[in-house]
């Protein structure tokens, strides 16, 4: 089955700085790939996607991943981070058998 | 468009009674429907997920239970709460694996 890591618990940035939040996955095949962020005590919503294609996709708020399947990695990448991206980052994998799975999660927190 | 619907968004609730947590989607037909737990500074975890009407895997053993009466309706049970139930409860839509989950608002869960 498959599997994501996310090796940061918890990051801290400054207020303007840039971002890279971890994501490692493991699957036999090519994965589809997602990234969704949680502020708290709300659901998930979805920053971006990869399924095929161009391995650096763009997604909302700014954000944009990055998928190499030499590393098996999809790291998110922010250029500047604002106060108001502190929440937690949840990368997840799908395979093809209707199933996905999360990652533990990143807790981002912003310094003014 | 399609929407889904978590309730109640907060519950307290005794060691030892019974849970009826409810969840439905509304503007898609026959979706993957899903239950989630998320504990405390922890990532999300499958608890079940439903392909279709009267249909359940379940991921984890434990005291609870789903059932989904109706295309867009998923139930999650329990007939004897534990304290280790207390948690962030969120319910999700899929189509397909190759596409992102939609997720409701969630459900606090608090036993005492």
């Known amino acids: 089955a498959q599997s994501v890591t996310q090796p940061d618990i918890h990051i801290t940035v400054s207020e303007g700085a840039s971002l890279e939040l971890r994501c490692n996955y493991s699957?036999?095949?090519?994965?589809?790939l997602f990234w969704y962020v949680q502020s708290p005590g709300q659901g998930l919503q979805l920053l971006l996607k990869?399924?095929?294609?161009?391995?650096l996709v763009q997604g909302i708020k700014g954000f944009e991943a990055e998928f190499k399947r030499s590393q098996s990695s999809f790291n998110l990448r922010k250029p500047s981070v604002h106060w108001s991206d502190a929440a937690e980052y949840f990368c997840?994998?799908?395979?093809?058998?209707?199933?996905?799975?999360f990652g533990a999660g990143t807790r981002l927190t912003v310094k003014p | 468009s399609q929407t889904i619907h978590q309730w109640p968004a907060t519950l307290v609730q005794p060691v030892g009674s019974p849970l009826s947590l409810e969840c439905t989607v509304e503007?898609?037909?026959?979706?993957?429907l899903y239950w989630y737990r998320q504990a405390a500074g922890r990532g999300l975890q499958l608890l079940f997920y439903?392909?279709?009407?009267?249909?359940i895997s379940s991921e984890v053993p434990q005291n609870l239970s789903a059932s989904r009466p109706q295309d867009r309706q998923f139930i999650l049970s329990s007939k004897k709460l534990l304290l280790s139930d207390s948690g962030f409860y969120l319910c999700?839509?899929?189509?397909?694996?190759?596409?992102?989950?939609?997720f409701g608002d969630g459900t606090r869960l608090s036993i005492l």
């Open positions: 999700a839509w899929g189509v397909d694996s190759n596409q992102p989950q939609h």
């Open positions: 699957y036999g095949a090519t994965p589809y």
């Open positions: 990869y399924f095929s294609g161009d391995t």
């Open positions: 997840a994998v799908g395979a093809r058998n209707n199933d996905m799975r």
């Open positions: 503007g898609t037909s026959n979706p993957n």
């Open positions: 439903s392909v279709g009407i009267g249909q």
